[in-house]
């Protein structure tokens, strides 16, 4: 256990990040949990780990989700977790939670069975560098990606057939960044990870889901940078720098290098500085992009919720009410698959905030504004189908959608081709296939198209870029 000396090239304080309280020898707080929400065949569940630090009493509360987006608890109420339980994900088809857990160095993996309730998978855990913090999953399932606090690695592991993880490599952080966030592009080929020290690691992935820096490794972002998202679409990224009240934004350029919006960086708890409800400084430690890509909501000091709406070129800007009220010490955030529903996991009160989405995104608390849940509640991760689209290097030009690590074909959905400020819709076959529409654009000639799925209840967003078409070997159609 840390005590509030320095660690990894910077000072620690009570209040460096509020993810990491239970880092901190003079911290009260001894714990974190993890929310997941999830949208699956059988339904939609929830899932919150909760436990202490050093301590076997680890532990995974599970809920399905009402018509009305309401949470009702699972029996059982729990599963066992590891000790200190500290990100949550949930497999690209809704069939594998996996939760790690930082004083025992591991990952939990666990199945999904009817009715929503997980039991341990064979092993209940894999190892884990030291101090796990983050975890993601690829969008086509096969790879998941689980940061360490203090070996400052990212290291990734195969899916196998039954959805159990397979250790395969380690990519090291820039020398001493403390990385905590870590998320994956919509079309799978790039992994962006948020450090304490204010940076953004950002990554290619290749073969079997293997790290290689890009460049340049790293971008600037805030002090205290932990929660970081992806939009739907896949054109910015957005990270909540608990030490300095705000989100960093950036595009992302060619080959998925990101680069700072202008402005660089929006204030959260309304831009009011100090005058958040409880009057405690705007710290917010997580965030989520909701799935038509037109609000960004983030867990803040307060207690509150900040709200944005997503404007041109995904700048973010204050909704007209820039915050609702939430729990004591909110700090994880998800939205439901649907966009009709936000939860939000309440550190200092061990409950979760439930949150009707209205017009505009606004949020507004559900008739029963919040449940309980374990010790600690700390993250929030939504689950719903991954989805990918792959472009077919042959004629006529063709993508093909489809969901899940078995890449399940998706019919009758839309996807949108776009280059040169055109764009048109196309709608996949039954074996999940759309060709391109509409006139050949000259800018695609040289660049490539854009090519975009929304998602739906069932289905994430994803979104690709073609090759340049003069590099394929097909022939265009002709102009109209």
Known sequence: MINSGTETGRGWTAHTAKALVWLVGACALAAVAVLAAVAAPAGAFVYVANGRINSSAGSVSQYSVGSAGLLAPLAPFTVGAGDTPAGVAVSADGGSVYVDNYSDGTVSQYSVGAGGTLSPKSPATVDADLGPVGVAVSPNGKTVYVTSLYDSVVAWYSVGADGALIPKGTAAEPALTSPIGVAVSPNGGSVYVANLAGTVSQYNVGAGGALSPKTPATVAAGEGASGIAVSPNGDSVYVANYDQGTVSQYSVGAGGALSPKTPAMVATGGGLGLTSVDGATPSPDDLAVSPDGGSVYVADAGPLMSQFNVGAGGALSPKINPTVVAGADPYGVAVSPDGDSVYV????????????????????????????????PAGVVDDQEQTQLAVGFHSPLKVTLTAGKNDVPISDATVTFSAGGESCNSTTNSSGQAGLCGTVNSSALLSGYKVTYAGDADYRATSTTTPPLVDLPITPPPLA
């Open 345 to 376: 996991t309440n550190t200092g009160a061990d409950t979760v905030s439930q949150y009707d989405v209205g017009a505009g995104g606004a949020l507004a608390p559900e008739s029963v504004a919040t449940v309980a849940t374990g010790s600690y």
